[in-house]
């Protein structure tokens, strides 16, 4: 059965997020956490990559199987998994799976001493404390979805500051920060002025994001090292 993220992929291609990730990973070795049936994996493999995989959907281990160099089988939190991988790479890939964890830190401590000296560990995560879902809250709206933000499957929610906290108590150095998807207050209101509605908006959306990132972002990327 194909998974919710599976199908959006098929249906409207990578997300921002997608491609930011798979264009900063480019010949090197590489570990995918959460890989899913692989769509992912398969672009990595175009750009001079080395994947191993860890995917804890028993569903698509076999497919993984041919698009690999290895499939470790079940969770990234579990400890026999962490035993047997050996090998340290040159690229981690945390594409919105840590939301999805129960203990996201440990897990992070165990990223950290896999990455070659080298290496870069790459996050994709969602901010609870954006723009727009601060308006939910207001109205008293927190509802689950299939997909998104409010995940049914998210086990934790962090906010841009406090996953940014996180990854300072992991010892892991943040060196770039990508905006993927960014909402900004009034912005549907704004974009219905002619011409310098749209002028506005993406002038304005920069500077909010460096000024207010906790508010502005609504989903990020992050290039980190140890």
Same mark, same amino acid.
């Given at each position: 059965?194909?998974?919710?993220?599976?199908?959006?992929?098929?249906?409207?291609?990578?997300?921002?997020?997608?491609?930011?990730?798979?264009?900063?990973?480019q010949g090197g070795e590489v570990l995918e956490i959460g890989s899913s049936s692989g769509y992912m994996t398969r672009e990595f493999n175009k750009y001079?990559?080395?994947?191993?995989?860890?995917?804890i959907d028993k569903n698509n281990v076999n497919n993984l199987k041919n698009l690999a160099r290895k499939v470790f089988s079940g969770s990234v939190e579990d400890k026999n998994i962490q035993a047997?991988? !050996?090998? &340290?790479?040159?690229? *981690?890939?945390?594409?919105? %799976?840590?939301?999805?964890?129960?203990?996201p830190?440990?897990?992070?401590?165990?990223l950290?001493?896999?990455l070659k000296k080298e290496g870069k560990i790459l996050i994709s995560i969602p901010n609870v404390a954006c723009w727009n879902m601060r308006v939910d809250l207001f109205r008293g709206k927190f509802?689950?979805?299939?997909?998104?933000?409010?995940?049914?499957?998210?086990?934790?929610f962090y906010t841009y500051n406090s996953f940014m906290r996180l990854l300072?108590?992991? !010892?892991? &150095?943040?060196?770039? *920060?990508?905006?993927?998807? %960014?909402?900004?207050?009034?912005?549907?209101?704004l974009l219905k002025v002619p011409v310098l509605g749209n002028i506005f908006v993406n002038l304005l959306k920069p500077r909010l994001v460096k000024l207010f990132p906790n508010l502005i972002i609504y989903h990020y990327v992050i290039q980190a090292r140890i």
């Open positions: 059965m194909k998974t919710v993220y599976q199908r959006l992929v098929e249906i409207h291609g990578f997300s921002n997020a997608q491609k930011k990730i798979l264009s900063l990973v001079d990559n080395v994947v191993d995989v860890i995917e047997n991988i !050996k090998k &340290k790479y040159d690229f *981690i890939i945390c594409a919105d %799976v840590l939301e999805h964890l129960t203990n830190e440990p897990v992070l401590l165990f950290r001493n896999k509802d689950y979805q299939e997909s998104g933000l409010l995940d049914k499957t998210h086990l934790r300072e108590q992991c !010892k892991i &150095k943040v060196e770039d *920060i990508y905006p993927t998807e %960014v909402k900004i207050p009034f912005e549907y209101s």
